[in-house]
């Protein structure tokens, strides 16, 4: 029995996991929940699964959830420092991290300096600080699992590949709600239209991220500290029917892919039974329903987002940080309908000019580079004129 502790337990990825947990629930246990602010959902999740821990981030939503699940034996905490503390539990096996952005970084730090391993869903996790995160877990023996389908499949793929050097990493995208349209179609588009995935269903923030492909920037980011390569073994196709999950080309112009129907609860259970693979009734991939599998390259013209973070990823340092943070505070804007589509792109690159780069970052500077960032950003987002916001 596996006690696993879900950061993010009532988003996209902790409700597909907690469904993952229930159909095995011989082999795991949900031992540590928590959400941001959505308290009736982790109360209901409580209730279900019994974890040891609750925690809310909302300190104001505290009592609400304290109170509901007072007759039961969970202990109930809040804030942020709460999870930094409570991850660290000796009885925790494995921490999945599906926090959204930047607040995912600290508690995984903990988990890792408590010799737990980590089933990273987030991300930003290693774009803002891929190198003290993968040396600390080198460090403390620590696996990280990746939960992205795109880093799991690469990750499935080079598994018995140890002794063969890797020529070539292949990241597929689905191309988003917006592939093939023009610049002048994009200026005018809604949040609404943005949320709408042709594949994949997921939350709001990573839903905007993979329309604008920076999504996939920050996958690329993400793949140079998992897989230890340079910006330039990274490629990105766009494959409209996101079956191909992601590829790796090895020294001998050989290629492996894994392929599968666009569901997060397979590269999640893998997380958390690698290195075994157990039995499930997910629906199964049918070739003769796929007659076609197409793949195009990504149009860097009209979605800068991906430039950006190849950029970012080659001058290093506090760069991927600023391009995280710049992004984070534009899709917020973009979904209150105070920035624009296309401006989003504007900002991340107006903050990679104008915040103060570090060449060789601590996690102070990373936390000092986050808040200046936003600061910046939610600054140039108030200045913006009439026409750079699309409702």
């Given at each position: 029995m596996k006690n696993i502790a879900i950061l993010g337990s009532t988003g996209s990825i902790g409700t597909q996991t907690?469904?993952?947990?229930?159909?095995?629930?011989?082999?795991?246990?949900?031992?540590?929940?928590?959400?941001?602010?959505?308290a009736e959902l982790l109360i209901s999740q409580a209730i279900e699964f019994m974890p040891a821990y609750a925690i809310i981030c909302d300190t104001g939503k505290y009592l609400q959830v304290k109170e509901a699940l007072a007759h039961l034996?969970?202990?109930?905490?809040?804030?942020?420092?709460?999870?930094?503390?409570t991850v660290t539990h000796p009885?925790?096996?494995?921490?999945?991290?599906?926090?959204?952005?930047?607040?995912?970084?600290?508690p995984t730090i903990a988990?890792?300096?408590?010799?737990?391993?980590?089933?990273?869903?987030?991300?930003?996790?290693?774009?803002?600080?891929?190198?003290?995160?993968?040396?600390?877990?080198?460090?403390?023996?620590?696996n990280i699992l990746p939960v992205d389908s795109e880093h799991s499949a690469i990750f499935q793929c080079l598994t018995g590949e140890?002794?063969?050097?890797?020529?070539?990493?292949?990241?597929?995208?689905?191309?988003?709600?917006?592939?093939?349209?023009?610049?002048d179609f994009l200026t005018g588009v809604s949040r609404e239209e943005a949320l709408k995935h042709p594949n994949w269903v997921m939350g709001a923030k990573i839903t905007i991220d993979s329309a604008s492909l920076m999504n996939k920037g920050l996958e690329v980011i993400e793949a140079k500290w998992l897989f230890d390569v340079d910006a330039d073994q990274i490629d990105v196709v766009v494959h409209p029917q996101s079956i191909i999950h992601s590829m790796v080309q090895f020294r001998d112009g050989s290629i492996k892919a894994q392929m599968g129907l666009p569901d997060m609860k397979l590269p999640i259970q893998y997380a958390l039974t690698y290195p075994n693979r157990i039995q499930n009734d997910f629906k199964r991939f049918d070739f003769t329903a796929y007659p076609n599998l197409t793949f195009e390259k990504p149009d860097l013209e009209t979605f800068r987002n991906l430039g950006l973070a190849y950029a970012a990823l080659k001058q290093g340092g506090n760069m991927p940080c600023i391009i995280n943070a710049a992004n984070e505070i534009a899709v917020a804007g973009f979904l209150n309908n105070s920035i624009g589509f296309l401006a989003m792109s504007d900002l991340i690159e107006e903050c990679m000019q104008q915040i103060a780069f570090v060449s060789q970052p601590t996690i102070t500077d990373y936390l000092n580079t986050d808040k200046e960032t936003r600061i910046f950003a939610q600054n140039f987002i108030q200045k913006l004129p009439l026409k750079a916001i699309n409702y």
């Open positions: 907690l469904e993952v947990i229930k159909g095995n629930n011989n082999l795991f246990r949900a031992f540590l929940i928590t959400a941001h602010s959505n034996p969970i202990e109930v905490l809040a804030g942020h420092q709460a999870i930094i503390d009885e925790i096996d494995v921490v999945l991290t599906a926090m959204v952005g930047f607040a995912g970084l600290e988990a890792i300096k408590a010799g737990k391993d980590i089933a990273l869903a987030n991300k930003e996790t290693l774009v803002v600080a891929g190198e003290i995160v993968t040396a600390l877990a080198k460090q403390h023996g620590v140890e002794n063969n050097p890797v020529e070539k990493l292949i990241i597929t995208a689905s191309g988003g709600p917006f592939r093939g349209r023009s610049l």
